[in-house]
């Protein structure tokens, strides 16, 4: 066992200035989906800032997918002098996204590298509409996704004078769906319509995978 203890220790220690040996590189920018394959394509152009972190052979990855948020709110008078009704509006919706992985590369030449590995993905978003009068009347509507996922990474890499990297890949990725829809809506105090969807759904995808990347290296 001791043996076996110090042999272990040995291999770190060699790992560990084997790393330090490696210079330290910070990349960052953004990945998108490629123009010319979003001409055939009926998904929208999409793009990622992203940051690279490690060494010239394997790097930490992290970018943002999404993050977006709506909120609205208002007040509708209509009807006519006799009769009038007055309702109250209010909707919004959140959404973020993050993927995180890890690349590894091998060099080609000076200029050129070959690039694989892998990320997880994790997004959210909960969107709410609600409509309410007087009468009473109301209508409430909220819906909850949640997508995990796993993105497979093979790509080439051109490196112009060592700090502009322009990359392509493709992303071949296993998706997880879980998504809840609750529909609420009251007309009157003995007339509640209440209903409750949900659903969970995986996926796989090979379309839309090729993606352009470009990021400033320190």
Do not use: C
């Amino acid at each position: 066992m001791k043996k076996i203890i110090i042999l272990l220790a040995v291999l770190m220690l060699v790992n560990v200035a084997f790393s330090l040996e490696k210079e330290k590189i910070t990349e960052v920018g953004f990945i998108g989906n490629m123009p010319v394959i979003s001409i055939f394509s009926t998904a929208f152009p999409s793009y990622s800032f992203v940051l690279k972190f490690g060494n010239e052979a394997s790097l930490l990855r992290l970018s943002s997918l999404d993050v977006e948020s709506y909120f609205q709110k208002g007040t509708y008078i209509s009807g006519n002098e006799v009769d009038t009704m007055q309702m109250t509006t209010d909707d919004n919706s959140f959404s973020f996204g993050f993927a995180f992985g890890r690349e590894k590369r091998k060099k080609i030449d000076d200029n050129f590298e070959f690039r694989y590995g892998g990320d997880i993905l994790l997004a959210y978003s909960k969107s709410v509409e609600r409509d309410e009068s007087e009468d009473p009347y109301l209508r409430n509507y909220i819906r909850h996704t949640f997508n995990p996922g796993i993105e497979l990474l093979l790509g080439f890499n051109y490196v112009i004078k060592e700090k502009f990297v322009i990359g392509v890949e493709i992303n071949p990725g296993l998706y997880y769906t879980n998504y809840t829809y609750v529909s609420e809506r009251i007309y009157d105090v003995d007339d509640n319509n209440y209903s409750e969807t949900s659903y969970d759904q995986f996926s796989f995808n090979i379309d839309d995978v090729v993606k352009f990347s470009f990021s400033y290296r320190f």
